[in-house]
């Protein structure tokens, strides 16, 4: 996803500007240092959440250790995570989205891959985010999938892709809304089909068969009104700086809803949610607000900063983000 740069302009019903007011954090080092005495965690340190007993660390995802100071001897039933794809976008090599060699990613995916399984229960799923460059042999993506058969605790139950209703656009190629999602689990875990179901509402009749007898319709035997997500989504809006629930400076934020969705599908209330790369927080809200507890950390003392600060901001205001506010005012 590429967060357009915004013209400074009167929203109707508005008072303020609609421009972001945080600029993109991994593009942005100074404005990354200037940030970093405001956060509260440094390397190594775990903030607990006094009221629901969320976790939030600084540590490394690759070292197991650091799993461990954060996890304890607790198992998830559901690690949703969203590592750094390994793909340049808009011919910029960042901090936030570094592009290394193949080898190099793939090293890193296995040490994170190995810490997430030991993090999981018995019976648990694995949701993964991953991204293909078109420009180096759609990688990381197949090379990453074919990693994942080292793991035989983990199978393969499933391939998503989200579409975004916002994309962005290239002269010589087809425009890019779409986001994958690999899915894997451990063991046999239970799986909430409820939770699939849209709050779209199906309209197209026909399939016709005949049952008992009688000739009927899809609409007249679908125990639903409303239609299944299945493994391609397409009522999922991209997040953007119109969106309450956009956190200004955190690029390619997941919606909220679409991390609802997989939390409702694979785990019941009180239950343990890991996120080994919490970035702008949004498995820590969606957990909040669905009663799970979420056991999450960035390798990034800021990105834990803000995974915070969201929460507060969810509890004092009752909004899921910022919209084009700063979640650091006093920067």
């Known amino acids: ?82 590592p750094p794809y390994n793909v340049v976008v808009g011919n910029a090599n960042t901090r936030g989205l570094f592009k290394v060699d193949l080898k190099e990613y793939l090293k890193f995916s296995e040490k994170w891959v190995q810490n997430a399984v030991s993090a999981m229960d018995r019976d648990a799923h694995l949701y993964v985010w991953m991204g293909a460059d078109y420009r180096d ?23 998503i892709t989200m579409r975004n209703q916002r994309g962005y656009g290239t002269q010589k190629n087809w425009m890019w809304v779409r986001q994958e999602l690999l899915y894997y689990v451990k063991g046999n875990p239970d799986f909430n089909v409820d939770a699939e179901y849209t709050d779209i509402p ?15 319709e899809n609409l007249e035997r679908s125990k639903s009104r409303y239609i299944r997500a299945g493994n391609v989504w ?20 997941k919606p909220l809803k679409a991390i609802e969705r997989i939390i409702l599908s694979g785990s019941s209330e009180r239950d343990l949610v890991a996120d080994f790369f919490a970035h702008s927080g949004t498995t820590l809200i969606a957990g909040e607000r669905l009663n799970r507890k979420v056991y999450t950390f960035d390798i990034d003392p800021v990105f834990a900063e803000i995974t915070i600060r969201r929460l507060e901001h969810l509890r004092r205001t009752g909004k899921t983000g910022w919209q084009w506010q700063n979640p650091f005012p006093e920067a």
């Open 234 to 253: 397409v009522d999922i809006q991209q997040v953007f700086y119109r969106m309450e629930e956009n956190v200004p400076g955190c690029y390619a934020q």
């Open 1 to 82: 996803m590429l967060l357009m740069s915004i013209p400074n302009k009167k929203e109707e019903g508005q008072t303020g500007k609609t421009t972001e007011r945080l600029k993109r954090l991994d593009f942005h080092a100074r404005l990354n240092e200037k940030i970093l005495p405001l956060c509260r965690l440094k390397y190594g340190e775990v903030w607990e959440d006094p009221v629901n007993g969320h976790k939030v660390g600084v540590l490394d995802a690759t070292r197991l250790e650091d799993v461990g100071k954060i996890i304890g001897n607790k198992k998830a039933r559901l690690v949703l995570n969203d």
């Open 137 to 159: 042999n759609l990688q990381p993506l197949p090379d990453f999938t074919i990693l994942m058969r080292r793991f035989e605790e983990l199978k393969p139950r499933n391939f």
């Open 202 to 216: 199906r309209v197209l009749r026909g399939y016709y068969k005949k049952v008992n007898g009688q000739v009927t």
